[in-house]
């Protein structure tokens, strides 16, 4: 069952504008050191932490708060698996909103797309919940989240 949908659009060169007033306390502000790390890395460094500053915002809309009731930044991040898929890891409040959201019994798992087209960044984020018991069957998504009784 679909718990959450988001998207989010965000500008490159307005995210440019930004590292290149702010340098590392935007950086250190909104992204963790893997996101860092990762855009640091690429060819257009400000085209990939656009891209996470989108699914940032669209997690937090699929979480059904938007940026606000206590999620930081941080508390969202992206990294990505081994075939290079995009992933949402979440914890502090948005961990504890994703737990409140999904139902006992099952998993919860946020699934990311990225792309960008100059000057373009846009993700999408779907939040899926599952019985427990189908779990085991599912291919490697990313992180997930259990709903336990307290």
Known sequence: MILGIGTDLANIERIQNALDRFG????????????????????????TYAKRWAAKEACSKALGTGLRMGIAWKDMAVTNLAS????????GWAHERLVQMTPEGYLATI?????????WAQAFVVIEAVPDRQEADRPDVGPAARRTLS
């Open 24 to 47: 590392d306390r935007f950086r250190n502000r909104v992204f963790t050191a893997t996101e860092q790390a990762r855009s640091e890395r690429m060819k257009e460094p400000a085209a």
């Open 84 to 91: 290079g898929q995009p992933v949402m890891e979440v914890t």
């Open 111 to 119: 699934h990311v797309s990225l792309t960008d087209d100059h000057p």
